[in-house]
């Protein structure tokens, strides 16, 4: 079971790196991309419809972690670390 694993690892990370390759050697520059038909977005767009370019700038950012730390060392062995 090993080894199909190995294999099968070693076909997407070579499936991966073929795709990045082709993406760097492309002839032409792409902005973006559509599966169907033409992009809703030309090559010079200011911003998307959905984001309203006048909204308020700034505020604040809090991030919350749920669960629980039995220390504030980050470099223990035992126990869990606090968040952050």
Known sequence: MTVGRTLLNSVLVAAALAGSLQAGFADEWRTTS???????????FQHYDYVNADAPKGGTYNSVVLGTFDSFNPYIVQGSPAAG
Do not use: E, M
């Open 34 to 44: 559509s599966l169907i038909g033409d992009s809703k977005y030309g090559d010079n």
